[in-house]
């Protein structure tokens, strides 16, 4: 089964900062999604990565898949403190397309402040 | 009204009690999916359904239920509750078009003393 690693697992950075969180697969990646969640409340999904080379943005967050190094990197700027939370990342696609099972990282916690 | 909602948000229950948890979808998707979060260990899938008359075991499936009532509807029930399945569950739904991703619920917390 794949297996999605996150780093780092948690990381604190000032407000104003940039930072990246990885996301790396044991198994080739054909798709990746990433979702953000509040503490103790729900996931909200920030993009979805369809092949490799693609990269996507919502708002400030920037999303890349690298198929080759079987990675995605969500990277922020300028952070704020709205962007504290877990950030998770999703795969549910083998070689065969997508099995409809979300496997999860274990998440990256980022806080922010002021 | 949210897309996912989940009954009870928060419950306290006790050991060897029987337990059920709701989620009900407004997305007419037929994909649903019950999974637990546990600190350090991220999300783990219990059950799925991929429609009314097909229900899965996920990674952990032992010592829970489910029940697709609908295409709706989807409980997850814990028939004998105990200490170790304390965690905060989630429902998730997806249907076509994986561009818009899975849709979570708020979740439910369970403790069980």
Known sequence: SQELEQSPQSLIVQEGKNLTINCTSSKTLYGLYWYK??????????????????????????????????????????????????????????????NYKLTFGKGTLLTVNP | DADVTQTPRNRITKTGKRIMLECSQTKGHDRMYWYRQDPGLGL?????????????????????????????????????????QTALYFCATSGPGQENGYTFGSGTRLTVV
């Open chain 1, 37 to 98: 969640q509040k503490y103790g409340e729900g996931l909200i999904f920030l993009m979805m990565l369809q092949k490799g080379g693609e990269e996507k943005s919502h708002e400030k967050i920037t999303a890349k898949l690298d198929e080759k190094k079987q990675q995605s990197s969500l990277h922020i700027t300028a952070s704020q403190p709205s962007h504290a939370g877990i950030y998770l990342c999703g795969a549910d696609k083998d070689s065969g397309g997508s």
């Open chain 2, 44 to 84: 783990r899938l219990i059950y799925y359904s991929f429609d009314v008359k097909d229900i899965n075991k996920g990674e952990i499936s032992d010592g829970y239920s489910v029940s697709r009532q609908a295409q709706a509807k989807f409980s997850l029930s814990l028939e004998s509750a105990i200490p170790n």
